[in-house]
């Protein structure tokens, strides 16, 4: 499986900006109830390991607990090429509906946990935010699945990448994100803002979340 992610030492200049206010309302109408996020420029040497980089989360963890990660999409929100927003919360909904829902979706959020596939470990938090059109049709659908981890469809895929470290925060969980994470609220954990770019385009904007 070969891994075409392009290295940036930075990101680019007139780069597409991370609001990490505008990520968290996709879900929060109150930031806190998720957690309070204060940024830094570095973190502690396990948590700077697992984030200061700009790699594939997907990658790192997996490599860091040295296991596998499997995704558990907890909310998602298609909003379609009319303006309707489709929340699929719902894991009976039917395969042919979620495709046709798909298939319509100009943005797609997301939030999520990655776990450990064989001890079960909650070991990260993330909210996604992504343009369908960046990505070709079979990588959508794949994402769209909630089945498979992001990254790891994008290397599968052989999607031509960048992964972009914006910034570093300390993150003090509220009661969703303790719950998420299965910590204690107030329990520090950090955590970074990043972009992916495929095909040299803005398509994929994250808040990822470690603990």
Not at 80 to 89: A, F, H, I, P, T
Not at 106 to 111: A, L, Q
Not at 174 to 183: D, H, N, Q
Request: with cysteine.
């Amino acid at each position: 499986m070969s891994d075409k992610t392009i290295s940036a030492a930075e990101p680019q200049s007139g780069r597409h900006q991370v609001n990490i206010a505008s990520l968290l309302a996709e879900f929060y109408a109150s930031t806190s109830t998720l957690a309070t996020f204060d940024e830094v420029t570095e973190c502690p040497p396990i948590y700077g390991q697992l984030l200061d980089h700009h790699s594939h989360m997907t990658v790192t963890v997996e490599a860091f607990h040295k296991d596998e990660v499997d995704v558990v999409v907890h909310r998602s929100r298609s909003v379609l090429d009319d303006g309707e927003s489709v929340w699929q919360n719902d894991p009976l909904l039917k395969t042919d509906a979620r495709l046709a829902i798909a298939e319509r979706t100009v943005t797609y959020s997301r939030e999520i946990t990655l776990v450990t596939h064989n001890t079960g470990k909650v070991v990260q938090y993330g909210l996604v935010r992504l343009d369908p059109s960046t990505l070709g049709r079979e990588v959508w659908l794949e994402i769209a699945s909630g089945e498979i981890p992001l990254g790891r469809v994008l290397i599968k895929h052989n999607v031509l990448r960048s992964v972009e470290r914006y910034q570093l925060w300390k993150v003090t969980p509220g009661v969703a994100l303790a719950s998420l994470l299965k910590t204690d609220p107030g329990e520090t954990v950090y955590g970074r803002t990043a972009l992916i770019r495929c095909n040299d385009q803005p398509a994929i904007e994250l808040i990822e979340i470690v603990r």
